[in-house]
């Protein structure tokens, strides 16, 4: 819980929490990703159907839409809203995946434990797929389902798209593909530089869940700061726990290959501190995450158990 340690019971109970929404993300997806054409649709090809359901269906804790609906039930806001918004964020999420294990970016076979899609399907295919995800993630969130407030709807939309594009998750992309040498010639980037890289390719689509959490509840400027701030501490600590993971992990617990950031020559913040180092910063960011939701007292105890979760992960 909130600045103590999580009690058994609490523990289980945010486990519980979890699978929840895993499921009822899960169930939405596969509703989401059916076979008839939705109005102004003329058809769903069926093997891009199936790419786009082989990328998101089947797998995944569903952190990024767990943080969403929490966050908006702190903030007061339906469930069936958020649920709705966090299936739009994992369709662009998956989409991202997709097209960061094709052989031109991360070069991946394996991804939750099967093959990736262009290794089950073909690389065309999983650039459509990719495709067809990011756009559907838009169409989701502009649908009245998510919120009756069209001003609401608007500034999901619009958060979406900068925490997902040039200044966000692709910019992020681009500057880490810049740093393995790919267009450049390769150096050393330093602690800052690393943080910023990190904190748009990774960090940003989880700061969106939690601000999206909070603009579905319609929270004040003061909570929507705070909520804020958790946002950016655990999705700067995600990233250090997956490149420890890849350091300290094995392939069959992750469902993914490891030790490929140093082979790949990756900028990550456990080549720039060690790994003390990488595990001291996160100790630090799991405090600065329960320093920022101080403001909500109990009521954020969820949210606290969840920064811990993505310190201790194991896969």
Known sequence: MARMELTKDFANDFAARLTAVATETETLLGRLLGGE???GETARPERLLAAMRHAVLGGGKRLRPFLLVETAALCGAPRDGALLAGAALECLHCYSLVHDDLPAMDDDELRRGRPTVHKAFDQATAILAGDALLTLAFD???RVEVHDDANVRIALVTELARASGLGGMAGGQMLDLAAEGRFVERRALGEIEIAMLQAMKT???IRFAC???AILGQAGSPERASIDRYGAAIGQAFQIADD???VEGDSATLGKATAKDAAAGKATLVSALGVKGA??????LI????AALETFGAKADTLCAAARFVAQRRN
Not at 287 to 290: G, I, L, T
């Open 140 to 142: 989701i969130l502009a």
């Open 244 to 246: 420890l993971l890849d």
């Open 211 to 213: 601000r999206a959490g």
């Open 287 to 290: 405090a600065e995450a329960d």
């Open 203 to 205: 960090g940003a689509l």
């Open 37 to 39: 054409p939705l109005p």
């Open 279 to 284: 595990h001291a910063r996160l100790d630090a």
